[in-house]
DNA sequence: TCTGAAGTGTAGCCATGGCTACATTTCAGC
DNA sequence: GCTGAAATGTAGCCATGGCTACACTTCAGA
C-alpha cells in the first residue's frame, strides 16, 4: 500500500488548468494574509484619530493586543510604505493615501459584520470572525453582501 | 497639532473591557491563520488520497504553488503534529485524527462555498473567497450559513 | 542491469511578525 | 528648573513559511 504507483513521467509535462487554478487561489490568499496586518493597523489607527484626536503606539499596542514593540516596528512598515508619517516621539497620522484605505477597510468591516448580524450571528462571534473574514472578501462576495443587505431591507 | 494631548497617566491602570476584547479577537486572528496552513495541507492530502490513491510532496506543492521544499518542510510539520504518518521517499499519508481533521475542513469548505455561490457569487471568485474566509468562520457562523442555505433550499 | 530523469530530502538564506531587555525622550508635578 | 514615571524607540532573539541550490533515491525503459 505504501509503494507509490507508476510515476507519470511524461504527464508531469501536460500541466491541468484545475491545477494552476488552485495555486494561483492559493498564492491570492497568502498575498491576501500579508496585507491584512497593515490594513489593521491603518484602520485602528484612523479610529484613534478620529475618537482621541492622536495615535499614539502604546493605544495601538493595547488595543491589538502586541507589545508596543511589535506596534512600533509595524508602524515603521506603514511609514515605509508611504501610509503614515509621524515625527519620533510624536505619534502617528495617516496620508491621504492611508485615509483612503482606512475608509475603505471601515466600509468593508461595517459590511462584513452586518452580513453576518443579518444571518443572526451574535454580535460578538460576528465581530470576531469578520476581522478574519474581512481580509478574504473580494470585491464580488462584498457586492453580493450588500445586495443582499439591500433586498433584506426592503422586507 | 502634531504635539500630544495630556497623557493619561493614571487612567492606564483603568482598562476599558471593550480595548480587551478587540484585543482578544486580533489574537484569535492571528492563532486562525497559524492552523490554516496545517488545514489546507490536511485537505489537500486527503483529496490526493481519494482521488489518486496516494499523496506525494509534489504534487502537494504543485497544488499549492510552492517549491516541493516548502512542501516537504510543512509536511514534516504535520508529522511532528501526529496528522500524517509516512516513511522517506513513500509518500505521505493520514492518520485517524488527520483524516478526522480532513473531513471537518472540507466540510466546511464546502458549506462556505456554497453560501457564498447561494448569495450569487460567482463560482471562481466564490472559490477564491472561501479559501481564506474558511478558516476564519466560527460554529456559530458556520451553523448561521446552514440555516440559511436550508431555508433557502424549502423555498 | 544500468542509467538518467523525476521525485525526494537537506541546508541555508530571507522577510515577517512576534517577543524581551535596555536606552532614550517627554512632560506633569513638585 | 528637576525629576521620575510613562511612553517611545532600538537591538537582538525566536518561529514560521517562503525560496534556491545541492545531494540522494527511486524506478521505467533501454
Known sequence: MARA???KTGAAAVRLPAELTQARRFSKTRSAQSS???EDYVELIADLL????????TDVARRLGVSHATAIKTIARLKREGLAPGRPYRGVFL???GQKL???VRTRHRLVVDMLLALGIPAEAAEADAEGIEHHASEA???AF?????????N
Open 36 to 38: 491584512a496586518l497593515l
Open 50 to 57: 478620529t475618537t482621541g484626536g492622536e495615535a499614539r503606539p
Open 141 to 143: 462576495t462584498l457586492k
Open 146 to 154: 450588500a445586495q443582499f443587505l439591500q433586498s433584506r431591507e426592503q
Open 95 to 97: 496620508t491621504q493615501e
Open 5 to 7: 504507483v507508476k510515476r
Open 102 to 104: 482606512a475608509a475603505r
